[in-house]
């Protein structure tokens, strides 16, 4: 036996085979290696085949997106024929301030010099010395204005234009002005970026919609809603440099890698990084940033007491949003609002009964750990925002309770009454429904709920049972990575659920609900969901022909979008700023409403001792002795008011004299509130300082809208 043995291993040796008897078959195992080899591959190809259409459509997405907003800005300011001032002067209220930090830089002789002028600025608030960079979240000015000097400089090397340059005439007995298009156009410069950054907003939400319903059908429904809902879902069109422009696109990204990570079944500390990098691209951008965070953090902290996730999962996730916090408390220079916010206090009130996890689970029954958590919740949250506040004396953003207690009470201030008589701050539009309900979206939303939230209880009942069934059987007996199937669903439905609640109380916040709407209409194309509807050709024709049906509705919304056109022009306005430019001096201080004062500042260069940003507790008292201008207060009251801040001009605009938006909303009524004194006196102070100034004031500039007052010393 081992002759033959020997014999057969020296034959197939010399066969050039191997001498393992074994080896006889490779040749046959080979073959069907190379079969499955063939179709792993056939597989794979297939998969990079799929994603790079989907990535190649998510760029074509976001292109179609940039040019929607680009497009609509140019029809409506007629922009790329507006001269520089022109384009300034549109920038109104609010834009127009971030913008003259934008302008302040690249102007200045080096970055360093005009960063430098930003982080020590005696304009904005004279007599005063502010951080600009720290108090109004100008980092996008900062990024902005490093590209624009780099790409000039880089094209004046290489000796190439970067814009072009013409005479426009205006007509109507205007004097011709020069516009200048292209890149090397600050302002060109400026909004093109933005409406890049929105391009590229549109691209995530159309993966983000793939992503969490597992299917690219439902990145189109998403981004197909978003734009049938267009005006419901974002002003970018309009307002490229408000702060939400350029805040509400790393919005849509965080909220992308928090679904991932609650998707992940074992994450790890490297899916905080991430998280925090781009809770800091939201964070400094915009203030606001912060509510929007706490509504996040309690979503996830909802789907956690829930037992969708378990403390890992949930650990994984604050520490990405609290080192965001923290690198952007730090960047922001210690910014006294992100200290005092509820969003601070939340994260230290979550992360603590997380860590006593252990504790909470001792008392077993599971709606009385739930009541616990909600009870510390509460109590944590608003204690450790009021002792912060009272430990160090910040009243920042005292003004958004009251906000919130005017809403919901008969409590006003002259400081509320100036935010809910405005329209963006009052309670959601009773037209706004309807405009979604026409394009189908809240038919569509409210489907998905329905069907998802009855699929997940019967899922949560037949665990129950089944648990009941087998007493001695624990199903979640490791707590800390205890996971349930769809832990980012239930976290969406809890997202937008806080999203609806904001919208409603405060209009303006449709920012956040309208695009979440969009986003959940992707669960439609969801074959876990929906898979009951029949086989995927069948589940895809019927949402084809709701997207059909959308779209009778949603191309009507779009094309009044396209016929809107227009053409900036304000010549009141160019009048009082070319006035100021040549007849006050470069240190002429400027007091007057809120929007012009930015104006003033952006085109003439000239201090001014109040503007629109409303969140600081010094500069609402300072707007407030301002504004006795329209109030019953006796002239000289006011005057006192006006030397106090050291205006030596005080701007009265006629609109703001008169204009009342609704019942209690003029400037006297809202004064009434507060000025019990001069309540029985029935001639406004700005009537009395348009008509007869003296001997208090002297009219020195007058149009059909501006009369500018020298305060006499």
């Not at 252990?358 to 077993?364: A, N």
């Not at 309770?401 to 002259?414: A, E, T, V």
Request: hydrophobic residues 45%; glycine residues 6%.
């Amino acid at each position: 036996m081992a002759a033959k043995k020997r014999n057969a291993q020296s034959t197939d040796a010399s066969n050039g085979k191997s001498s393992s008897s074994k080896a006889t078959n490779r040749p046959k195992l080979s073959g069907k290696a190379k079969s499955k080899d063939d179709e792993h591959s056939k597989r794979n190809a297939n998969s990079v085949l799929y994603k790079i259409c989907l990535f190649a459509l998510a760029l074509v997405i976001g292109f179609c997106h940039r040019n929607h907003i680009a497009n609509m800005f140019e029809r409506d300011r007629h922009f790329s024929h507006l001269s520089t001032l022109e384009r300034e002067l549109a920038f109104r209220t609010e834009m127009g301030l971030y913008y003259s930090y934008y302008k302040t830089m690249i102007e200045s002789p080096t970055f360093t010099d005009g960063l430098y002028q930003v982080m020590n600025d005696n304009i904005t608030e004279f007599p005063l010395t502010i951080n600009t960079l720290k108090r109004f979240n100008l980092y996008p000015e900062v990024a902005l204005a490093i590209g624009y000097r780099a790409y000039e400089a880089i094209n004046a090397a290489f000796n190439r234009p970067t814009k072009m340059c013409w005479r426009v005439n205006r007509g109507e007995g205007l004097s011709p002005v020069q516009s200048c298009e292209g890149l090397g156009e600050p302002s060109y410069f400026y909004v093109e970026h933005v409406f890049i950054l929105n391009g590229m907003m549109m691209s995530i939400f159309f993966l983000f919609g793939t992503y969490l319903s597992g299917s690219m059908f439902g990145g189109i429904l998403t981004v197909a809603s978003f734009f049938f809902n267009h005006g419901e879902a974002t002003r970018v069109q309009w307002t490229p440099p408000l702060r939400e422009s350029f805040a509400y696109p790393f919005l849509v990204i965080q909220m992308f890698l928090v679904t991932h990570l609650l998707r992940t079944s074992a994450p790890t500390f490297k899916h905080s990084l991430p998280i925090a990098i781009a809770t800091i691209l939201f964070m400094l951008p915009w203030q606001f940033a912060q509510f929007a965070l706490l509504t996040e953090m309690i979503a996830v902290f909802a789907t956690y007491v829930l037992g969708y996730i378990g403390s890992r999962k949930m650990k994984v996730f604050l520490l990405g949003i609290g080192s965001g916090f923290i690198v952007s408390y730090v960047l922001l220079f210690g910014n006294e609002m992100l200290l005092t916010s509820f969003f601070f206090s939340g994260l230290l009130t979550i992360t603590s009964i997380v860590y006593i996890e252990p504790v909470l689970e001792t008392l077993r029954i599971r709606p009385l750990i739930w009541i616990s958590q909600g009870a510390m919740l509460g109590v944590g949250t608003v204690g450790f925002k009021f002792v912060v506040a009272k430990l160090f004396s910040i009243e920042d953003d005292a003004h958004i309770g009251d906000i919130f207690r005017s809403k919901f009470s008969d409590f006003k201030n002259f400081h509320t009454m100036l935010y809910t008589c405005a329209a963006e701050f009052d309670f959601m539009e009773a037209e706004t429904p309807g405009r979604i309900l026409k394009t189908l979206l809240a038919p569509a939303v409210l489907i998905v709920l329905v069907t998802v939230t009855y699929q997940l209880l019967k899922t949560e009942y037949n665990a129950w049972v089944k648990t009941s069934s087998e007493p001695g059987k624990d199903l979640q007996t490791d707590i800390p990575n205890r996971s349930k199937p769809n832990a980012e669903v239930v976290y969406h439905f809890f997202q937008l659920i806080a999203f609806t609640m904001m919208a409603v109380i405060i209009m303006r916040l449709k920012l956040f609900w309208t695009p979440h709407l969009c986003l959940m209409t992707s669960l439609l194309a969801s074959r876990q969901f929906f898979g009951w509807l029949g086989s995927k050709e069948k589940q895809y024709a019927i949402l084809t022909a709701l997207l059909a049906g959308m779209t009778v509705q949603g191309l009507s919304n779009l094309q009044h979008q396209w016929s809107i056109l227009g053409e900036f022009s304000n010549m009141p306005l160019e009048e009082l700023v070319e006035w100021t430019k040549a007849k006050t001096p470069t240190n002429a201080v400027f007091a007057g409403p809120m929007p012009t004062m930015a104006t003033i500042k952006l085109c003439t260069g000239r201090p001014i001792v109040n503007h629109p940003h409303y969140e600081d507790a010094g500069l609402r008292e300072r707007t407030k002795k301002v504004y006795t201008m329209y109030s019953r207060k006796p002239l000289a009251e006011v005057k006192k008011n006006l030397l106090a801040l050291q205006a030596d001009y005080a701007i009265l605009e006629d609109s703001w004299c008169v204009r009342r938006s609704r019942q209690g909303c003029s400037m006297a009524e809202i004064w009434d509130i507060e000025d019990e004194e001069n309540r029985g006196e029935t001639t406004p102070a700005c009537t009395k300082m348009k008509d007869n100034p003296g001997p208090h004031f002297k009219t020195v500039f007058k149009n059909n809208v501006y009369q500018v007052l020298k305060v006499l010393k």
